[in-house]
């Protein structure tokens, strides 16, 4: 069994069909269905059913599914550590972003970085944050930007920064001259939410639980632009980034508050897969990361912003 059996059982596995994998991998199907018969044969198991035109994976062609990825991670790792020891402060990075840390936090993050390393090529994938942590476990992406902690076992994940939430509305709302609220406040009012499983929703639902403010109907969006429009038609109120509202508070398109003697935050994680070999590239980019989101990045933003 070499890597090349090994990457033709790994694809075959993840998207069960033959032919796929053969256009993908520029392989005949019949080379494919001799490669995985002869890794059955060496293992002496099936691993995989043949029911009709369809593939599935045996309990043994999961499990070996599951380390065959690992061993794939390993061999990728060691090929970067050649990679790194011959080429300083060159190589590529490709990062995931959960939506709203991808549109409104890593723009600022990938501008300064390629200014201080121009050499380090980077790609960014933006999407939600089951899909990025499914493309961390399928070493699709290199790191990855969360807005709650992970529960994927294979994936470790650490706090990066704080984000700090505040409260929006329309500029004809009863709020418009209110900076900052008391609990009353929050009476009669339709609540507007993110979609479930988003980081913000979760922080803006335990705060409004630990304040036993209670509401009683809400719609909710799968887009902070989305709830941002919503807002401004005066069909709610809403929590959201700080960060995503800096430009529109400036133009006035909308109201910005803040409840009183109280900050509410929310923690951005960044996370990579156990098995992940952090290559000179990825270690640069934490530490620059590190230092950025904590201490320049409004700064940055504001002084995009005051150019138009």
């Known amino acids: 069994m070499n890597i090349r059996k090994l990457s033709i059982f790994y694809e075959t596995a993840s998207c069960l069909n033959m032919s796929k994998v053969a256009k993908e991998m520029f392989i005949s199907q019949p080379s494919i269905s001799q490669c995985i018969s002869e890794i059955e044969a060496e293992l002496n198991t099936k691993l995989f059913d043949r029911i009709g035109k369809k593939l599935f994976l045996t309990h043994e062609g999961e499990v070996f599914y599951n380390y ?11 090929v970067n550590t050649i990679k790194d020891s011959v080429s300083e402060n060159k190589g590529k990075i490709i990062i995931g972003a959960s ?21 380090i090529e980077i790609s960014l ?19 990855a930007f969360l807005e709650s902690k992970t529960s994927y076992h294979e994936i470790i994940s650490k706090e990066i920064c704080k984000d700090e939430l505040v409260f929006i509305s329309g500029i004809d709302h009863d709020w418009k001259n209110k900076k900052y609220l008391e609990k009353e406040d929050f009476l009669d009012n339709i609540f507007i939410f993110r979609e479930d499983g988003s980081g913000t929703r979760e922080t803006f639902e335990a705060f409004l639980e630990s304040q036993n403010i209670k509401y009683k109907s809400y719609l909710e969006l799968s887009h902070i632009e989305a709830i941002i429009n919503y807002v401004k038609l005066n069909m709610g109120i809403s929590c959201i980034p700080y960060i995503s509202v800096i430009q529109k508070e400036k133009l006035g398109d909308l109201n910005i508050s803040r409840l009183k003697d109280c900050k509410i935050e929310r ?26 989101l904590n201490k320049e990045l409004l700064n940055e933003i504001n002084e995009e912003h005051n150019k138009y």
Request: with cysteine.
């Open 68 to 78: 065959t990825r690992r061993i794939l991670n390993i061999y990728e790792e060691g």
């Open 99 to 119: 939506i709203s840390i991808g549109i409104y936090i890593m723009p600022y993050v990938i501008k300064k970085f390629s200014e201080e390393l121009p050499d």
């Open 125 to 143: 994938i933006i999407d939600s944050q089951s899909n990025i942590e499914d493309l961390i476990s399928h070493n699709k992406i290199d790191i």
């Open 267 to 292: 923690s951005l994680f960044i996370a990579i897969h156990k098995d992940k070999y952090i290559s000179l590239p990825i270690k640069l980019f934490i530490c620059f990361c590190e230092k950025f």
